[in-house]
């Protein structure tokens, strides 16, 4: 039988070893976690499309989402394997991502206009009819004698504007369902999906609104030379995540 002398040898060794050994936790944790959150805007939205998955049967105003979330899926994929195409070691022509950010706030906004359209509630439905049109003549007429499209950071000011107006179809959807006195909300499916959306925009629009001056402040005015992917960008991250959460909740929720 051996001895407890030589049993506890290998113990002692291992808890002499351990504090040496280099940056254990930046070795294995930091990097797990950096690529969770680096990925966080495709898999988030792999929440929501597996309930729809075990789900299929929505109302019919709830497909302009549905669309929604295919697209978002579609440009979050593109726009994070173009920002990681060097530790992937992909060899890619688009080096620029921020146009597919672009593309995402316009397309955020059309879909989710229609849903509130689809809702059909009689408060301010003139206005919410025509706030597309009025939206797409903007980005028209701002990427034309404005801004570049294809610049090498988001666009602050169509983001910005995006994002009021979805906090306004969020704040009259509020507005017109505590006038009907309703007993429950959480019943309703259309309101999870209005309070993810508010709280997503109500995250990000003080972010897009001083995100020029952010960069300006950190980087300094040569723009060209830096990443423009600043940390709090992982902020809003974390709106999105909660959005595509509470939207997974709506398409459980039966009315």
């Not at 998955?53 to 929604?68: A, E, F, N, S």
């Not at 423009?228 to 459980?252: M, P, R, S």
Request: charge should be positive.
């Amino acid at each position: 039988m051996p001895c407890t002398r030589c049993l506890m040898a290998p113990l002692q060794l291992l808890k002499l070893t351990l504090p040496h050994l280099p940056n254990f936790h930046e070795m294995l944790i930091i990097p797990v976690f950096e690529f969770v959150l680096d990925w966080l805007e495709v898999w988030a939205i792999l929440i929501p499309l597996f309930v729809l998955l075990k789900k299929p049967r929505q109302p019919v105003y709830m497909q302009p989402v549905i669309y929604y979330l295919f697209v978002a899926l579609f440009l979050n994929i593109v726009a994070t394997l173009i920002w990681k195409r060097n530790s992937l070691g992909l060899n890619t022509v688009f080096e620029n991502n921020n146009p597919f950010y672009n593309l995402h706030s316009i397309f955020r906004l059309i879909f989710f206009s229609v849903f509130f359209i689809r809702l059909k509630q009689p408060f301010l439905s003139g206005v919410k009819m025509i706030i597309p049109f009025l939206f797409i003549f903007f980005v028209v007429i701002n990427f034309i004698f404005f801004e570049n499209f294809f610049q090498k950071k988001i666009s602050s000011r169509l983001h910005t504007v995006e994002s009021g107006i979805l906090l306004f179809y969020c704040l009259q959807y509020y507005l017109f369902r505590l006038k009907e006195e309703q007993a429950s909300f959480t019943k309703m499916p259309d309101f999870w999906i209005v309070t993810g959306l508010s709280i997503f925009v109500v995250i990000s629009f003080p972010i897009y609104l001083f995100y020029d001056r952010m960069i300006y402040l950190f980087y300094g005015p040569k723009l060209d030379e830096f990443n423009f992917l600043l940390d709090i960008w992982e902020v809003q991250k974390i709106g999105f995540l909660i959005c595509c959460i509470l939207i997974a909740k709506a398409f459980n929720t039966k009315e």
